[in-house]
């Protein structure tokens, strides 16, 4: 494991920082992101777990300063030592593609189908490192074989719809990670993929981010995924993080409400027969926050005192966080 | 306006035989459903599994006659479907079958209010307008949406859950015997899934509902289902009841398939993909047996004669030569638990 490779106290990799976001329009006001705090180590697996509207993506993006402009991004990101929001736009193609990189659920829309799989990571070899293109192209046959494409070679030379949908994630992969990046963001990369090539694609993450020593930020709304890939994980609800702390304590005990009534409503082997417990009514708007805790509406175990100010982040033990007055 | 039971309980409330799809393309053919054979059993739900480009949502197209089959038979309550003369004409098969699909925006009228949309077929099917409403508001009900609240609403001032109880609601508004379910809740997060799968169990039980439900969710498939489907590159690859299929696969891809699901323990981690690479292209399939270029035990036999379904007993099928005594694979009938 990456442990040992993290001895000295150094800075964590990722420290975000009451990172709030607000998409600004004439009629709307969307909080999608309200106060989020996470620290990543180097070498560090964490999934950020949460629904559709939990705010998971933005924070992600955030990260790597890929929000709209419309977007109004305040708190503190800091990435390997580097105050992304202050960053210019030159320092952040600088920034993009060799500190960190990004792989996302659509590779179609991701990879260029104009170019061959090789020029597209050739490009970004040749744009970070300066080296010449016949280097760039043999760095890219690397990647191919890093990534498990089967006879990488031919493979330089095809477009990506030449490709099928597991080979283009790998593809992608390969583009994500062709400047040895320190943190590869990863947005429910798997979510597209069949069930018997989602697993390859996830052993494969998890295998090259241990040979690498990457921190990796998992993003997804599968619970099985987390379970196979994280060391660590935050569930988000609306635009908070509601929850964190180790994979098998957050799976296997979870403090909070929210990922409880998550892990009872999720269905698995075993409940054949049984009613399956739901989480009653639905998650609600950003655009009208409800005051205090945002699940409370939801909560069998809500009081009034829920409602009255947001739950305070409540350290649980030396590495879990709970946001919820009754932990 | 119910529909009679005709054949008894004991009859298939739908008996597909050796139903065909092929799709044109320039110079090729996509053999998208290719021969299949299954029935479904009156009040049962049926799961149908498989990955992208299996069939499994031709298949559901075709049970609907939203595509005209290339060949094969399909009986329902044991007469023809789509044969006025001797038959089950295609208007009343589509008043007994209904289907709900997993995009539950786009399977909704922008611009009707949703009481219309589930009172349209009705209104069709001609019932007054008063009826249909009232219908439409049974409906609403039964689905959990409150009517007074709800049915003058628009499709898009609903959550996805909510437009999917629509699609639900809409799907029985002429009393069917047979609901299609193609990804009912795939596109829902997980806390609304479970709600949704609970209304349905419901549903079935009130209306004496039979589902036909297919699914890429190998857990979803295995809470609602009665009996199982694997499909794999336009065939019926195994069939059974469920705890067979779940605690007994025979088919080496059902092994796999199954096996390939992550884990929900952080304990249990999986070390080697069950499968490697992806599923070969429907276009040009391999000869033989359809999976064996991914089957670990693949064998000359596997090459050249396409593997018959072997019955394993109680109802349990796998097109297989490994379950098949007598098949000439080296490991024939020695496929167990």
């Known amino acids: ?327 | 306006m119910t529909h009679a039971d005709r054949g008894g309980p004991a009859q298939p409330l739908l008996t597909v035989v050796d139903l065909k799809k092929h799709f044109p393309i320039p110079r090729a053919v996509v053999r998208a459903v290719d021969g299949v054979t299954f029935n479904v059993l009156k009040g049962e739900t049926l799961g149908i599994v498989g990955e992208s480009g299996c069939g499994k949502s031709t298949t559901a197209r075709l049970l609907m006659r939203l595509l005209d089959p290339d060949g094969g038979e399909m009986l329902f309550d044991g007469e023809t479907v789509g044969n006025a003369h001797s038959g089950v004409a295609m208007k009343e098969y589509r008043r007994q079958v209904q289907m709900v699909f997993q995009d539950s925006y786009a399977s909704l009228n922008p611009r009707l209010p949703i009481e219309d949309s589930i009172g349209f077929a009705p209104r069709v099917h001609g019932v007054s307008a008063g009826q249909a409403r009232e219908r439409a508001h049974e409906l609403l009900a039964a689905v959990g949406l409150a009517p007074n609240q709800f049915a003058r609403r628009y499709p898009h001032e609903l959550s996805g859950g909510q437009r999917q109880r629509v699609n639900i609601a809409r799907a029985l508004a002429l009393y069917p015997r047979l609901v299609v379910l193609d990804e009912p809740v795939s596109a829902l997060d997980k806390s609304v899934e479970a709600q949704v799968l609970n209304l349905l169990m419901d549903l079935k039980e009130k209306f004496g509902l039979t589902y036909v439900f297919i699914s890429h969710d190998l857990n979803v498939v295995q809470y609602i289902s009665d009996r199982v489907m694997v499909m794999y590159l336009g065939l019926v690859v195994e069939q059974g009841p469920v705890d067979a299929i779940y605690d007994r696969p025979a088919h080496p891809y059902t092994r796999a398939l199954l096996a390939s699901r992550p884990s929900m323990d952080p304990d249990k981690r999986r070390t080697e993909p069950p499968l490697t690479g992806d599923p070969p292209n429907p276009v040009n399939p391999p000869s033989g047996c359809r999976f064996r270029t991914r089957c670990p035990f693949s064998e000359k036999v596997c090459e050249t004669t396409p593997p018959p379904a072997a019955d394993l007993g109680g109802g349990h099928l796998a097109a297989c030569h490994m379950a098949a005594v007598g098949s000439g694979h080296s490991q024939a009938g020695k496929v167990a638990a």
Do not use: W
């Not at chain 1, 805790?293 to 175990?301: E, G």
């Open chain 1, 1 to 327: 494991m990456s442990a040992a490779l993290k001895l000295e106290p150094a800075a964590p990799l990722v420290k975000l920082r009451n990172l709030t976001v607000r998409f600004v329009s004439r009629d709307a006001d969307v909080a999608a992101v309200n106060g989020v705090d996470l620290d990543l180590a180097a070498g560090e697996s964490l999934c950020i777990l949460g629904e559709s509207g939990s705010g998971k993506s933005v924070t992600l993006r955030a990260l790597m300063k890929l929000l709209p402009k419309k977007a109004v991004v305040e708190g503190g990101i800091e990435v390997a030592g580097n105050n992304v929001q202050a960053m210019s736009e030159s320092q952040l193609q600088d920034f993009r593609g060799s500190t960190v990189a990004m792989i996302f659920q659509e590779p179609m829309t991701a990879l260029d189908p104009v170019f061959t799989i090789g020029t597209q990571i050739a490009e970004t070899v040749c744009r970070h490192e300066g080296i010449s293109r016949s280097a760039g192209m043999a760095r890219a046959l690397e990647l191919l074989e890093l990534v498990q494409i089967p006879s990488a070679k031919r493979r330089l030379a095809a477009y990506p719809h030449e490709l099928s949908g597991g080979l283009r994630q790998r593809a992608m992969i390969a583009v994500a990670l062709a400047c040895r990046p320190k943190l590869l963001l990863a947005d429910e990369p798997t979510t597209a993929l069949d069930a018997t090539v989602q697993i390859q694609v996830l052993l494969l993450l998890r295998e090259l981010q241990e040979k690498l020593g990457m921190g990796v930020i998992f993003v997804t709304h599968d619970l099985g995924v987390a379970g196979e890939i994280a060391d660590r994980v935050a569930v988000m609800y609306a635009g908070r993080v509601v929850e964190e702390g180790p994979v098998r304590a957050v799976m296997k005990r979870p403090l909070h409400p929210y990922p409880q009534g998550l892990l009872g409503a999720t269905v698995h082997a075993g409940l054949r027969g049984q009613r399956l417990t739901t989480i009653p009514g639905a998650p609600p708007s950003l655009e009208n926050l409800p005051p205090g805790c945002a699940f409370a509406p939801r909560c069998s175990l809500a009081e009034p005192a829920c409602t009255v100010a947001v739950p305070e982040a409540r350290k649980v033990g030396a590495d879990r966080m709970a946001r919820c007055i009754k932990v």
